[in-house]
């Protein structure tokens, strides 16, 4: 009977190990679940850093430029080595933890053009304004633009084109518009874009870029006057102006 008993204690044990590793009631598992408390935030940007993103993607070459949300300060700017070790830690201290709201860089080599910050009402208090003024300082300093624009509810191309300095003769100006494969087979048809006409009071429902007026060129509705979204053909979204109701169901 000993030796029997001698058997069954490793078997014993390893019940013992797997219970601790496998269960949900171990207490091994319970620390296991306690070291990860994390939880997926909701949005990368605000709605109106988001908004912000697109009509400035909107107002830039595509072919020339790519635009990124959220790039930590470190990422653009580093502390000039041969200062005493003291003041290189306070230097880095007040960057590590910034981001930037969005990073223009060159499409082919990926090198850091113009750094842009949103600012809000937050930036009004005088605390914010003195890190703002580092921020701006550090990044002068550095060789890489800061530009700033004031959060409000819309923006022109030309505006943020001429706050980076870009050159107008040198941009793609409005173009047609073809049919879109949305409209294709639901009785929508194509629209021109002549001159883009801002409507601030008017956001994309599905990617919160400005809509804009533009007419129907050609079908039975020629002529007709639509709300599309700005950023058309990344997103194709239309909306009714007056008693366009035909236009409900698109998009």
């Keep these: 009977m000993f030796d029997g ?39 990368l940007m605000t709605e109106a850093e988001g908004s912000f993103y697109q009509v400035l993607e909107l107002a830039l070459p595509a072919d020339r430029y790519r635009l990124f949300g959220k790039v ?11 200062l005493d070790r003291q003041a ?17 860089v060159e499409r082919k080599t990926f090198k850091p053009v113009w750094a842009v910050e949103l600012d809000d009402k937050s930036h009004d208090s005088a605390k914010r304004k003195e890190r703002d003024s580092f921020l701006d300082n550090a990044f002068e300093a550095a060789g890489l633009p800061l530009v700033r624009f004031k959060a409000k509810r819309s923006y022109t191309t030309a505006d943020l084109q001429r706050a980076m300095g870009l050159d107008q003769a040198n941009l793609p100006t409005d ?38 007026k533009k007419r129907v060129r050609s079908g039975k509705h ?24 035909w236009l409900k169901s698109s998009g």
């Design 72 to 82: 930590r300060v470190e990422d653009l700017i580093s502390v000039k080595p041969g």
């Design 222 to 245: 020629a002529g007709t006057e639509v709300m599309a979204c700005s950023r058309y053909p990344k997103c194709r979204k239309l909306l009714p102006i007056a008693d366009t109701a």
């Design 175 to 212: 173009e047609t518009i073809a049919q879109s494969e949305e409209s294709k087979g639901s009785g929508v048809e194509s629209i021109s874009a002549s001159r883009v006409e801002e409507a601030p009071e008017r956001f994309c429902p599905r990617c919160y870029a400005p809509m804009v």
């Design 5 to 43: 008993l001698l058997y069954l204690i490793p078997l014993a044990v390893l019940a013992v190990i797997i219970f601790l590793i496998a269960s949900p009631l171990s207490p091994l598992a319970k620390k296991v679940r306690v070291e990860y408390p994390y939880q997926r935030r909701e949005r």
């Design 88 to 104: 290189w830690h306070s230097f880095r201290n007040r960057i590590k933890s910034r981001h930037i709201d969005i990073v223009i």
